[in-house]
């Protein structure tokens, strides 16, 4: 079956440092990966996406990932963090066919950040 | 850009009562499902509707809910009687298809619901 784990609970990292977020999926195949970040109170906003090919994939607010088939991880990463980037942020796997068309998410990592 | 809508953005109900979560999907698409996010825990998938009918459902989604695209172009989550623990975001999302390139799902706002 599919899953996502998120090892992070919080990370917190100080304004205009780099940020890296974890994230590793369970699936048998090459999976439809997603980040997703939610603000207090607030509904997903997608930040990016992989379905295939380049295995770098950027986003928006200067957000990127990196899949890493051999390592079954969707890190996501930002190389100079702003105050407003505070939030949970989701990390998410599917819909697949042979997968079921669910998209499955992890258990959240949330971030703080200092001045 | 065309997006998810779902109304209300709150409801606030009384254990016991009925409540319906409408949602008005993206116009070609044809994959719609439900998810809960009870608050500080992550996404959960709830169901999953296409062709009328249901063809996925998790075990959270149990008899006391349903679901259903009554004029074509809402779709609706029904919760007959509601429970303290039915407190939760509920979002709505839409898919143009299940195929590779056409099943990305696209989310709504959320609708609060308070159970009290």
């Known amino acids: 079956a599919q899953s996502v784990t998120q090892p992070d609970i919080h990370i917190t990292v100080s304004e205009g440092a780099s940020l890296e977020l974890r994230c590793n999926y369970s699936y048998g195949a090459t999976p439809y990966l997603f980040w997703y970040v939610q603000s207090p109170g607030q509904g997903l906003q997608l930040l990016l996406k992989?379905?295939?090919?380049?295995?770098l994939v950027q986003g928006i607010k200067g957000f990127e990932a990196e899949f890493k088939r051999s390592q079954s991880s969707f890190n996501l990463r930002k190389p100079s963090v702003h105050w407003s980037d505070a939030a949970e942020y989701f990390c998410?796997?599917?819909?697949?066919?042979?997968?079921?068309?669910?998209?499955?998410f992890g258990a959240g990592t949330r971030l703080f950040v200092k001045a | 850009e065309p997006e998810v809508t779902q109304t209300p953005s709150h409801q606030v109900t009384q254990m016991g009562q009925e409540v319906i979560l409408r949602c008005v999907p993206i116009?070609?698409?044809?994959?719609f499902y439900w998810y809960r996010q009870i608050l500080g825990q992550k996404v959960e998938f709830l169901v999953s509707f296409y062709n009328n009918e249901i063809s996925e459902k998790s075990e959270i989604f149990d008899d006391q809910f349903s679901v259903e695209r009554p004029d074509g172009s809402n779709f609706t989550l029904k919760i007959r009687s509601t429970k303290l623990e039915d407190s939760a975001m509920y979002f709505c999302?839409?898919?143009?298809?299940?195929?590779?390139?056409?099943?990305?799902?696209?989310f709504g706002p959320g609708t609060r619901l308070t159970v009290l």
């Open positions: 116009s070609n698409h044809l994959y």
């Open positions: 999302a839409t898919a143009k298809g299940a195929g590779q390139g056409y099943n990305e799902q696209f």
């Open positions: 998410a796997v599917g819909p697949t066919v042979t997968g079921g068309f669910k998209t499955i």
């Open positions: 992989y379905f295939s090919g380049d295995t």
